[in-house]
Structure formats: C-alpha cells, structure tokens
C-alpha cells in the first residue's frame, strides 16, 4: 500500500466524509492569509483586502457623514451644548484604551492557546506514530489500521471544532467502505460506521484507537511494557480535545463584549460635539479615524478569540490535520 494512503484517508474525512452532503469543510474555502510581515509595502497596499476595512467601510463613512452634520450645526446654525470638554474626553479615551488592551489580549491568549494545543497534538500524533512503528512487529494490517486511526482523529477533531452536525447517511460513506473493500482493509469501514452514529465523534475514534491498542497487547502483538510508553499518549489525545473544547465553548463573556461596543459607538458620538468648535471639519477625519482605530481592534478581538472557527484569521485546522496525516504516513509504513 502507498504511504499516501494514509494522507488520502485524512483527506476524505476533511473533504467529504461524515458531513452533510453537499457541504464541503475544507480550508480552502476560508484560506489563511500568507503574508510577509517584512515586506510593509505589501501590507499596506492591501488595505482594502482587510477583513476590518471593509466590514467598517460603510460605518466609517456613517460616521464620516455624522460628524460633519454635528460641525455643519455648530458653525453655520447656532452653537450647541457640548456634552464633555476636551478634558473629559482624554480621560475617557485612557478609559477606553486600557479596556481595548485587555480586550485584544485576552482574544490573543485564546488564539495562541488553541495554536499551542494543535501544536501539542502534532506531536502526540508523531510520537505515537513513532513507537508503534518500533514495537509492533511487521505486517502491513495493523500498521495500516493505527496510522489511519492517528490520522483520522486530527481531521475528527477539526470537524468536531468546527460544529459541523453529523451526518447519519449511509450514501457518505460509500467511498471509504469501499476503499477499505478494495485494500482489504475492513476494520476501516467499521471505524467509517461507528463514527457515523457517534454523537461525539474523537472520543468515539479515540475509544477505538485505545481498544484497538490494549487488543494488541493481550494478543502479544505489542510488549506489555508498551502500556506504561504509550497509555501517556493516548491521554494526551484526550486533554487536547478538552483544553480545545473548554475554548470553543466558553465565549467571552456577552456583557463585556457588549459594552465594549457600546462604549466605542457613545465615545464616537460625542467626540465631534467636543472637536467642532476648534478643529471644525477636520474633525471629521478625526472622528472617522477614532470610530476606525477603536471598533477595528474590537472586531480583530472579536474574530481571533473564537480560533476554531472558519474566519480567515483563524487556525488552518485541516491544513494541520493534513500535515499530521502526512507525518504520520511516514513515521508508520505499512511496509516493514
């Protein structure tokens, strides 16, 4: 068997198995933006392809157009009461800047920590990989079923992560019942169908990968000295899958997010009140940058914090799950 039948079988799973039919969950259809962050040129002529300018685009020139109607009312109608002095507002822009801090920080961790946590299974996955290539002995079958099972659970797990429903049609998994027909591999095809009726689906492959590993033990197929090598690795599937889980489930606290966004559009609303007299229509700009700068790092915050979603920002999970697809085709041959 082709050591690319491992990276195929991960494929299937992210392209077209398990899922309704008809919908394709594949990275490509929210690529990653690559950039060089060397190259500013680059960076800055691509502006108008920023997710933020153009989801604010039209709100900025609604504020645009706010701010000059508050200054066409203070020079040319009669003067109007201001709200806060220059002063005030300072303070409440320190006031709001501290929160933007905390705010985007906080989304950041959550990012990084999900990218730390996929990163943690790429090397559980290798690792893995690894020992049962030097403890089992040789034969194809059973090299075959693990590298598929250790492959398979990444791409489970992204599609777990990214709220995909399961699908209970047996037409979805005709092709991989009948490439396991093919190579003679039907332990692949009852994995195909106790994932398919699983209402949680890693743990389900995880059960099995475990099973399927304390089988071989009792068989005399892996020392029983494996159990205290691999049973760690075996754990570390399952705290990956809940330190990914608690994110994905525990959103940012509605309140907070909330006034953060009311503080933003209240501060935006009375700026131009504070800045007409003085500063006139240049205030406009003024205004227009202030609504920009401070609901722009909002909604940044607001799209990282959720790193298993399907926003361009966020993590490239089936492209991970692929490239652990790929290793571990190469750490466990089925030919030996």
């Not at 005709?174 to 591999?185: C, I, K, L, S, W």
């Not at 089988?215 to 005399?220: E, K």
């Amino acid at each position: 068997m082709p050591l690319s039948s491992v990276a195929s079988f991960a494929r299937q799973i992210t392209e077209r198995q398990y899922i309704p039919a008809g919908r394709c969950i594949h990275d490509k259809d929210n690529p990653v933006i690559r950039y060089n962050p060397q190259s500013w040129t680059k960076v800055l002529l691509g502006f108008a392809q920023s997710p933020v300018f153009r989801t604010l685009f039209l709100d900025v020139v609604g504020v645009a157009i706010y701010a000059a109607l508050v200054v066409w009312l203070e020079r040319d109608v009669g003067k109007i009461p201001q709200p806060f002095g220059l002063p005030v507002l300072s303070l409440l822009g320190i006031i709001l800047g501290l929160l933007l801090v905390f705010r985007t920080n906080t989304a950041y961790d959550r990012w990084w920590e999900g990218r730390r946590l996929w990163g943690q299974l790429v090397n559980n996955s290798r690792a893995l990989s690894r020992q049962l290539h030097a403890m089992l002995p040789p034969g194809r079958e059973r090299r075959s079923l693990y590298a598929k099972l250790i492959a398979g659970f990444a791409a489970t797990l992204a599609q777990h992560l990214r709220a995909f429903p399961p699908s209970h049609k047996a037409r979805d998994l005709d092709p991989v019942d009948r490439a396991a027909e093919t190579q003679g591999e039907l332990a692949i095809a009852k994995v195909a169908e106790l994932l398919a009726n699983a209402p949680h689906r890693p743990n389900r492959l995880l059960s099995h990968l475990t099973q399927e590993f304390h089988s071989d033990v009792r068989a005399g197929n892996l020392p029983h000295e494996s159990v205290i090598a691999l049973q760690p690795l075996l754990t570390a599937f399952d705290d990956v899958t809940g330190a990914c889980e608690r994110i994905s489930r525990t959103p940012i606290p509605f309140g907070y997010s909330s006034y953060i966004k009311q503080f933003i559009v209240l501060f935006t609303l009375v700026v131009p009140f504070a800045m007409a007299k003085d500063y006139g229509y240049g205030t406009v700009v003024a205004a227009m940058f202030l609504f920009f700068s401070t609901m722009g790092l909002e909604l940044l915050a607001t799209e990282i914090e959720e790193p298993f979603g399907s926003d361009r920002n966020d993590l490239p999970l089936f492209e991970i799950a692929k490239r652990i697809g790929d290793d571990v085709a190469d750490l466990l041959p089925s030919e030996r």
